[in-house]
C-alpha cells in the first residue's frame, strides 16, 4: 500500500454520537457493519447540512461515505445516506431513553475498527423495533444478546458458589460478582432474579424479536431481568449507564 494513499469506503453503519470539532467540524462516532466502530470529521458540518442533513442524529441507519488515511486515526466524512431514522416515528421519553441506551452501549462496548455483523444486526433490529409505548422488549432484549454476544452472559442454572442445581428456582446476582447463586449462598448486596423470569431469558435466547412482539410487554413484565442485563453490561463495562437510569 502506498504511504498516504487514501482508501474510499462506502457501507451500512449506526450513527452513535457527535461532538463539536474545531470551528465548524463535527466528530462523529458510528457503528459500521464492515469496519465496527469508526470515528472521523465530517467536515463544516455544523454550518452546511446539504452533505448530511438529518442523517448525523444519534441511532440513525445510514450509508456511509468516507475516506481513510493509514495513518490518521480519524477518518474524512464525505456523506451520510439515510436509510432509516429514528424521527420518522413519534417520540417520547421513554423510546428516547431506549435509543440512547443502543447507541450507548455499542459506543462504550465496541473496541475501534473490530466488525461484528451480530452485534450490528441486533443493534439494527432494536432500533427500528423501538416505538412508542412499546420499548420495554426491545430493551429487554438487545441487553440480554449484547451479553452474550460479548461473553459476559452468565449460566443461570447453578450456584456458581455451592454448585447446587437452580433450575425451576429464584436465583440471585450481584452487581459487583459474576455468576448466580443461591439464597443461602446470595452476596450482600444481591438481588433477585424470579424462576419465571430466567425462563423468558432462555426464551429470549431462542426467538427473535418480532416473534417475542407478538405478546403484550408492559413494564413489569420481566423488569428484574431487564435490571440484570443491564446490571452485568454495566459490571463489563466498568460504569453505569446514563440511559439506563431514565428507563429505571
Known sequence: MAEGRLIPHHGEAIVLRTWPFHEADLLISFFTRDQGRVKGVARHAMKSRRRFG????????????????????????????????PLTA???????????????????????????????????????????????????????????????????????????????????????????????DRRAGSRELRAESVVESYRIARSSLPQLAEEAWPEGRASDLRAFAVGTLERHLERRLRSAVALS
Open 90 to 184: 413519534p417520540i417520547d421519553y421513554l423510546r428516547t431513553a431506549g435509543l440512547q441506551l443502543v447507541v450507548e452501549v455499542l459506543e462504550e462496548a465496541m473496541p475501534e475498527l473490530a466488525p461484528e455483523d451480530n452485534i450490528f444486526r441486533l443493534a439494527l433490529a432494536t432500533l427500528t423495533a423501538m416505538e412508542a409505548g412499546r420499548v420495554w422488549l426491545p430493551v429487554t432484549y438487545f441487553c440480554l444478546w449484547m451479553n452474550r454476544l460479548m461473553g459476559w452472559m452468565p449460566e443461570l442454572g447453578h450456584c456458581t458458589v455451592c454448585g447446587l442445581d437452580l433450575r425451576g428456582q429464584t436465583v440471585w446476582w450481584s452487581p459487583a460478582g459474576d455468576g448466580v447463586t443461591c439464597h443461602d
Open 54 to 85: 438529518g442523517a448525523l442524529e444519534p441511532a440513525t441507519h445510514v450509508r456511509a461515505h468516507y475516506t481513510e488515511r493509514p495513518r490518521q486515526e480519524l477518518v474524512r466524512l464525505d456523506n451520510f445516506e439515510i436509510l432509516w431514522s
